[in-house]
């Protein structure tokens, strides 16, 4: 009996240590049908969402957390295999036996167990719908004349959670591709420039999808005063900023 209300207690004092790592993070928390879903901002494109007991990593990466103190994954999205949204090591540490990993192609190498959805894939996983839609540049280019993300290689992800769609853009510009995305309740899109949307671009992005909610994300030093000044007459759309530089 004294063992076991010593590891009673050693789980309780893991757990507060838990929640107390997680609470240096933004946290919103939205009402769905089934329950609350909290979002909590880790770092740039790094998400982490929890709708009841099921935890949603999106592109851990260990520069923006410790991923030995986070929850582990029922569900992990990666969009691309870029080292600021692809990280083996900070995925390693979240796995479990029955965690699901939906990639993009180009993250398979370095990820042998992920389901990997291509451009317009749809799957379902822990309980959820996932949808992979295109993500890439049409302007911004390297010098070579090259996208920084070519069509094809990277995901954004549709992720219905309860009566929310969530667009989780991924690395990318306004593609026409996102005239086909429809109902969409929360978006996150990139501001990272030169590599991702300009504000003039984000907002066009806002007009053509008419979330409810729209976190810019992954917004490097983008001046997010203009685009907030672009979409102050968007009154159908709360603009959210949080800790996702």
């Known amino acids: 009996m004294k063992r076991k209300i010593m590891f009673i207690l050693a789980f309780a004092a893991i757990s507060i240590a838990a929640d107390n790592y997680m609470q240096k993070f933004e946290t919103d928390t939205i009402i769905t049908k089934s329950g609350s879903l909290e979002m909590t ?23 923006y957390a410790d991923y030995s103190k986070m929850p582990k994954a029922d569900l992990i999205l990666i969009t691309h295999h870029h080292g600021d949204h692809l990280d083996k090591s900070a995925a390693a540490k979240i796995i479990k036996k029955d965690t699901k990993i939906i990639c993009s192609a180009s993250c398979k190498e370095k ?25 890439y540049n049409i302007v911004h280019k390297r ?12 995901n954004g992800y ?30 996150f899109l990139p501001v990272n420039l ?16 008419n979330p409810k909610i729209f976190y810019p994300y992954h917004f490097g030093e983008t001046n997010l005063d203009e685009l907030v000044n672009l979409l102050k007459d968007k009154k159908d759309c709360e603009i959210r900023i949080r800790k996702l530089k």
């Not at 901002?41 to 851990?60: E, M, Q, R, S, W």
């Not at 010098?143 to 990277?154: A, L, M």
């Not at 030169?194 to 999808?209: C, D, E, I, N, Q």
């Open 41 to 63: 901002f880790i770092g740039h494109g790094t998400l982490l969402f929890k709708i009841n007991k099921t935890i949603i990593h999106i592109d851990p990466v260990s520069w």
């Open 111 to 135: 990820l042998e167990q992920c389901i990997v959805l291509k451009n317009g894939d749809s799957a379902d996983a822990a309980g959820f719908k996932i949808e992979a839609v295109p993500a």
């Open 143 to 154: 010098d070579d004349g090259s996208p920084f993300h070519p069509k094809g290689i990277g």
């Open 158 to 187: 549709v992720l219905t959670i309860d009566d929310q769609r969530i667009y989780i853009g991924g690395d990318t510009e306004v593609v026409p591709e996102m005239k086909n995305l429809k109902d969409i309740d929360i978006a």
């Open 194 to 209: 030169p590599y991702t949307m300009t504000p003039a671009m984000a907002a066009s992005a806002v007009h053509m999808l």
